[in-house]
């Protein structure tokens, strides 16, 4: 038993994420999933450039994982290396806490004679004579426990996505923090391999820029304003610049290799700029005070699920009780962050917020370790040891099985049979436009681009036409595609500059050619051409968008053919073989409503042409997938 316990205070960090990684690993995701996961993917397997900021540290580390010769598709091993990104983040935040807890002061300082201060490293060297390493392990461990299977953090680990490797990197640069936070020899060592951590960091993703306040809190808590810590500050800052440029430089020089995916073509000063700095995505930031409310009302509602079924919020509230008494300044560092994470998120206005949260969770999670050691010394010999230990970690267990089934990804194949039945269900060399790019357009990406499946179809996202970009990543997918419209493409790069440089612009014009590029793309195309039904449904019915002069729209399985053609058009059977999740969410809702609308459609045309048989057959497909909806009247009575 001694021997067990001896291997477990030794290796408690690597165990905890060991035993993480092994649950993931059963809700892993086993292709694409909704959102980006298709191009992340795609960026990743063929060395691309990934949407702003670009992300290059993220997609060169995915290229050497692919590179490993493991016997899954491509996008699994994406996907797996989410799960071993999130579980080393658990591996080194338990690091960080039992050092957080282990440097906890014995009593203030107030009270510490002159001859105790001269010992005080020694005192707290020996800290754990009084409190024993088995409890500051366990408080570390469970907390981590806490941290990996809460909601967001949890979700982060079942498909290919930049906040994984944040999460890890994230987790280093406080785990440096703290070891030259507590650094008594006075080396200045560990503030360097800070810089060196936030630089890599700041190449992932720019939300790091919301754990500097309490950077900056703990250097000049330490440091003061002296002349010697504006030094150190100095020298950071030189250590951390050129680390952060060289990994970015792979934007550029990738850049004009023309790779598949080439998203902002960042091979100038001024597209790497605008990529670097995420220009495109400013619009939703700090857009309005009432965006800032319904973002912060969400943030608040959601906070009791991302722990759900177990106490986690009391021992946060007993964390911060203890914390103020007992370590003020860490108390202070994790409210800073906490505070400094939410402040920014909230003014984000973006449906898929809850990854922007992470710091904060991660922020009340340590607080939840020094919870776990006042949990104990309020036991006061009441119960055993080994009772409140187990107590330590039922309750990051029971929290795991209430979020298992709303984070399983295991089953999730909706988005992979949904791309493939929009492909497959159009004719060799068919373009399609749409903008649904969080539910099928970004995985497109991914098909076609990686397993070459119907790398015959035009798929043309109609938002990012306005994107000056996007028309040299079509001339690279699709060679002489803009031959036939030139004209309309360079008026419309001419106008679009000074919008993209925040300059006056004139927006008549841009909608103007934007529209007559459209219709360019509509009428030249040398295959059949396919609009997806968000256009007819949002703009052409609404009269935002027209259908081409002398063409007209024929429902067509889930999309709608644009044709010149009178008369009855035959399409292929309709078929049911997109797989739904049992939980279902906006995303998967959108799709069946998408589904319900395009049957629907096809069998009203069925109908209109006396086909009453075949309207039926389409009528009791959707019946039979969609027990509970309500059909039109017309097709009712079928």
């Known amino acids: 038993m001694e021997r067990i316990k001896a291997f477990y205070l030794k290796y408690y960090f690597g165990l905890t994420a060991l ?132 909601k967001t953090f949890w979700m982060q680990s079942t498909s290919v996505e930049v906040y994984s490797l944040h999460l890890f990197l994230i987790n280093v640069v406080i785990l440096f923090l703290l070891k030259a936070y507590f650094d008594k020899e006075g080396n200045n060592r560990n503030w360097f391999f800070l810089s060196i951590a936030l630089a890599f960091s700041f190449s992932n993703h720019m939300t790091t820029i919301l754990i500097l306040p309490g950077i900056a809190f703990l250097f000049y808590s330490g440091n003061r304003f002296s002349v010697k810590g504006i030094k150190l500050n100095l020298k950071m800052i030189a250590a951390f610049i050129p680390v952060l440029l060289l990994i970015y430089l792979y934007l550029p020089i990738r850049s004009s290799q023309n790779p598949l995916l080439n998203w902002g073509h960042p091979v100038n000063f001024e597209n790497f700029w605008r990529h670097f700095t995420g220009a495109q995505y400013r619009v939703w930031l700090f857009a309005s005070s009432a965006a800032a409310k319904k973002q912060l009302a969400y943030f608040v509602s959601n906070l009791p699920s991302e722990f759900s079924g177990s106490i986690a919020g009391l021992v946060i509230l007993l964390g911060f009780v203890y914390s103020f008494k007992k370590f003020r300044k860490m108390f202070y ?80 194949y909706i988005y992979k049979d949904y791309t493939k039945q929009i492909l497959n269900s159009v004719p060799e060399n068919s373009l399609i436009l749409s903008y649904q790019w969080d539910y099928w357009v970004s995985a497109s990406y991914y098909f076609r681009l990686v397993e070459n499946y119907r790398r015959d179809v035009t798929v043309i996202d109609k938002e990012l036409l306005r994107r000056s970009w996007y028309y040299h990543q079509l001339e690279t997918d699709y060679p002489g595609i803009l031959d036939s419209m030139k004209t309309d493409v360079k008026g419309f790069l001419k106008a679009l500059q000074p919008f993209e440089r925040n300059e006056k612009f004139n927006p008549n014009l841009l909608e103007r050619y934007y529209k007559a590029i459209i219709t360019d793309l509509l009428t030249t195309h040398k295959g059949d051409v396919f609009i997806a039904p968000e256009l007819y449904n949002n703009e052409i019915r609404k009269g935002e968008l027209s259908v081409p002069s002398g063409y007209h729209l024929v429902p067509y399985n889930y999309l709608l053919l644009l044709t010149k053609k009178s008369g009855y058009i035959t399409a292929p059977e309709l078929t049911d073989s997109i ?5 279902r969410n906006k995303y998967t809702d959108v799709i069946e409503q998408t589904i319900i609308n395009a049957f629907s459609y096809r069998a009203l045309y069925e109908l209109s042409y006396g086909f009453k048989g075949k309207a039926k057959k389409i009528v009791l497909l959707l019946k039979k997938k969609f027990p509970n909806i309500k059909l039109d009247k017309r097709l009712s009575g079928l």
Not at 337 to 353: G, L, M, P, Q, R
Not at 357 to 385: C, D, P, Q
Request: without cysteine; charged residues 10%.
């Open 333 to 412: 560092f994790l409210l800073i962050t906490f505070i400094a994470t939410v402040s920014y998120s909230i003014n984000y206005d973006i449906n898929d917020i809850d990854s922007y949260f992470l710091l904060a969770y991660i922020s009340l999670i340590f607080v939840s370790s020094f919870g776990f050691v006042y949990m104990y010394n309020l036991n006061k010999g009441k119960i055993s040891n080994i009772a409140i230990f187990v107590i330590f970690f039922l309750i990051p267990l029971v929290q795991m099985g209430f979020n298992y089934k709303g984070d399983d990804q295991s089953n999730e």
């Open 19 to 150: 035993f993480v990684f092994i649950v993931y690993l059963t809700t892993i995701a086993p292709s694409v999933v909704n959102i980006d996961s298709g191009e992340l993917a795609t960026v990743q397997i063929t060395l691309g450039i990934a949407h702003p900021t670009g992300y290059p540290l993220f997609t060169m580390l995915g290229y050497l994982w692919q590179l490993i010769p493991l016997p899954f598709t491509a996008i699994f091993k994406a996907n797996l290396l989410a799960a071993v990104f999130t579980s080393l983040a658990i591996w080194i935040f338990t690091k960080s806490a039992y050092l957080m807890l282990s440097n906890i002061p014995l009593q203030q300082q107030k009270n510490i004679s002159k001859k105790k201060k001269k010992n005080i490293a020694q005192t707290q060297a020996g800290n754990e004579n009084q409190k024993s390493k088995s409890l500051l392990i366990s408080s570390a461990s469970a907390s981590g426990l806490i941290l990996a299977f809460s």
């Open 579 to 583: 797989r739904f999740p049992k939980l």
